[in-house]
């Protein structure tokens, strides 16, 4: 254990000055007074900088809030806290010990007391050791105490799913485990403006959140975000693009690999209705079946593997709501039931081409 923490600590943050997604060795400082310039001009952002900014409004706003976990007063591996021990207090931004079960367990217990708790997971792939006090504990909080006590303040920050380099233990995705938590809440956004809303929404929700953010597009994904303090519901899908032939449900960073299959799929005819889930648990059913209602068909794709995956969650349901309308049989397109692998990530991965032909062979049935 010891040994595989030091190694995860100096891939990522280690001195060959490399991280992920930047094009080039320039150092965390540049990055930073980077984010910072744009803040303040109020110029396009990326991911990681939304995060940013919404964690310094969170803090702004409620002296409740507390923002913790592995290396956060320093700016964390991916830059999301950098500036906000300086300008809050490590009082109330602070770094914790390497131990994911004492990290969420601090969390409980302080958003117990009536905080606003924000802990970070450095990796995803390490949440798996605080599995026991997230859905042992967290989500059955209030139910356990007849509504008596909650820990409603607590949100779960991780970073989540494929990099292009990060091999067994930087790339997985395991949103479906914590779908299967009546009690908490489960939210991940495609892009830095969702990104933003979504996260304040959660801090502020009366109900434990885990908040899986995609890492691809900490620095990838770029567009306008409102300076101001503002919110996007949960539990509300959005219909990014409107079709008639097919339904294309995702979440997280596989909705711009949908987007793209779907403009290639209007060039041989096929009219694709896109969704983004956001919000996994509880998650948006009446949405996605009036869409399924309309074309007919639907298709799903996640990272995470096929097998278990919180697509078959959504087929089960869709088929159960749906299936005198339903064309065709419900497509998934996902991870392989495999670990994730290194060198062969890219055969791994629900890519354009694995979605464009689910498509075809789904409107073709």
């Keep these: ?70 290396d956060v007063s320093f700016g964390g591996v ?22 994911e079960q004492g990290i969420v367990g601090f969390g409980i217990g302080l958003a117990a007391m009536g905080n606003r ?14 599995f026991d006090q997230i859905v042992n504990e967290a989500a059955k909080f209030r139910y356990r105490s007849g509504n008596q006590f909650n820990c409603g303040g607590l949100t779960i920050r991780s970073p989540y799913g494929a990099v292009g380099h990060g091999g067994h233990y930087h790339s997985q995705s395991p949103e479906a485990f914590f779908c299967h938590a009546p009690g908490i809440k489960v939210v991940i956004p495609r892009s830095p403006r969702q990104a933003k809303g979504l996260l304040l929404s959660c801090i502020r929700d009366p109900n434990p959140v885990v908040f899986f953010e995609p890492k691809w597009l900490y620095r990838l994904s770029v567009e306008e975000v409102p300076e101001h303090d503002y919110m996007l ?16 449900v995702g979440w997280g960073a596989q909705l711009s690999i949908m987007e793209q299959a779907c403009k290639d799929a209007e060039k041989d005819g096929i009219s694709c209705e ?14 996605v079946e009036a ?12 990272e995470a ?40 990530e890219p055969f791994y991965m629900p890519n354009k081409n694995k979605i464009l032909d689910a498509i075809k062979s789904t409107v073709n049935y």
């Design 274 to 287: 896109l969704i983004d889930l956001r919000t996994l648990l509880p998650w948006d059913k009446e949405t």
């Design 1 to 70: 254990m010891g040994l595989r923490r030091f190694g995860r600590l100096v891939k990522w943050v280690g001195g060959n000055g490399r991280r992920p997604f930047s094009t080039s060795s320039s150092s965390s400082s540049s990055c930073d007074e980077m984010m910072v310039q744009q803040i303040a001009s109020g110029k396009s952002l990326n991911l990681y900088s939304a995060i940013n900014q919404a964690l310094h409004i969170a803090l702004e706003t409620d002296p409740r809030t507390y923002v913790f976990g592995e």
């Design 305 to 344: 593997p096929v097998t278990g995956g919180f697509g078959a969650e959504i087929s089960a349901s869709i088929v159960e709501r749906c299936f005198l309308r339903l064309e065709a049989p419900v497509a998934r397109v996902c991870g392989l039931d495999t670990p994730f692998p290194l060198v062969f």
């Design 78 to 99: 991916f830059r999301c806290t950098t500036g906000l021990a300086d300008q809050f207090g490590k009082q109330r931004v602070f770094n914790t010990p390497l131990c």
């Design 291 to 302: 869409s399924v209602r309309k074309t007919g068909r639907l298709l799903i794709s996640h």
């Design 117 to 130: 708790a924000v802990a970070e997971i450095q990796f995803a792939d390490y949440i798996f050791p605080a």
């Design 233 to 248: 519901p949960l539990s509300e899908a959005e219909i990014i693009q409107e079709g008639n032939d097919i339904t294309l």
